[in-house]
């Protein structure tokens, strides 16, 4: 249980950081507030040959107002100040219910929004939320800068669209649509552990009360975050109904995810969750984006 | 072998300077180089919390972080809390309350409830055990740690 050993760098600044990245590569892994790394290497299931820690580069931990009405979030941004900060309360509710859920308080004090983002864990709050707020990520290498959505963002288990050389910098988060509403619904053994299964929601409502847009995905059902676009497709252009609301509930459990048997539930079991899940989740966000 | 890098830190107030490996994680660091035993090792992965310290005041998992990450930085470990003759309220009220039995995962609780207690001088019994949540407890079942919490909250009001 010790980790391998490695070169390890501190840079000071962005430039600096990315520039030992652009060298090193694929032999080269960013370590931003290391809690799912650090066990990685210490289990040796990740062995970088560098390590270029974050820690110390100025000017990646913020929380800004963003233009358009939304937020932008530094990468090295840590959990914990997500979770206490008034603007992502004011303007990501959503963001600001699931902070509480990720880990223990000694892990969010560490922890990083940028770096649990990057690590693409499937069962990870952030992961999911990122993808129903419609987030966008800015990725930074020496050659420059380019912006990528949560959805395309998300290849596969622990894989992202993040090439060897880039760095996530920052996430922006768009303001809520107007009847907008929205819910995280999981079941978890202990309020922090890894959810069994999870689903987070974001729907609108046209002026008509008929769900003009919803926005799921599933934590802990698949390789990746896994979208409800079955059950979307089953509710858009009509009114939320019960009836409807549990349509898509089936539809999101039976053909929106890929959930494994591991020692915690099976498939069966996790599926079973999806349905209920689901149907509370969007009950819920219906009611808030009628209220 | 990567290079040595040379490292600065405060622990319990005092400054210490060495040469460690870049690998060695800070758990490793306060026991096998700075003798402070204290900080125990359960895991090594983040799950125990029985080598939880105070990072700049704030509860850490030293197994999660690498020596040369708290270079230029304040470490407290249990070492830092109290002493036998003048323990801290809180280590008091763990004696008290017998919030302990073989008293492993104890340093770590510790380090996790004062800042704790600091930011919630009155905390419910719900608050109390989301806190504790990170921190396992083999022995006890957790009710007397949580009556332990109770009344150091009481003692550290007192005074």
Known sequence: MKPPPFEYYAPASLEEALALMAEHGWDAKPLAGGQSLIPMMNFRLAQPEVLVDLNGVAGLGYIRPADDGGVLIGAMTRHKTVQQDSLIAERAPLLHEAMPKIATQQIRNRGTFGGSLAHADPAAELVSVSVVLDGRMRLQSAQGERWVAASDFFVSLFTTALEPEELLVEVHLPPAPARAGWSLQEVARRPHDFALMGVAAVVGLDEDGKCDFVRLSYLSAGDRPMEGQKAAAALVGEKPSAEAIRAAAEAGATLDIEPSDDIHATAEFRRHLANVLTRRALEEAFERAAG | ?159
């Open chain 2, 1 to 159: 072998m990567s290079e040595l890098f040379k490292l600065q830190v405060t622990v319990n107030g005092e400054v210490y300077e060495r040469e460690v490996e870049p690998r060695l994680l800070l758990s490793d660091f306060l026991r096998h180089e700075l003798g402070l035993t204290g900080t125990h090792v359960g895991c090594e992965h983040g799950v125990c919390g029985a080598c939880t310290v105070l990072l700049d005041g704030e509860a850490v998992r030293a197994c999660l972080m690498f020596a040369p990450q708290v270079h230029g930085r304040e470490v407290v470990t249990v070492e830092g809390l109290g002493t036998i003759a003048e323990m801290h309220p809180l280590q008091q009220a763990f004696q008290e309350a017998h919030g302990l039995q073989c008293g492993f995962c104890t340093p770590g609780f510790l380090t996790s409830l004062i800042p704790f207690l600091e930011e919630n001088p009155d905390p419910s019994e719900e608050e109390i055990r989301e806190a504790i949540s990170g921190n396992l407890c083999r022995c006890t079942g957790y009710v007397h740690i949580v009556e332990a919490v109770k009344l150091a909250a009481e003692k550290m009001s007192a005074t």
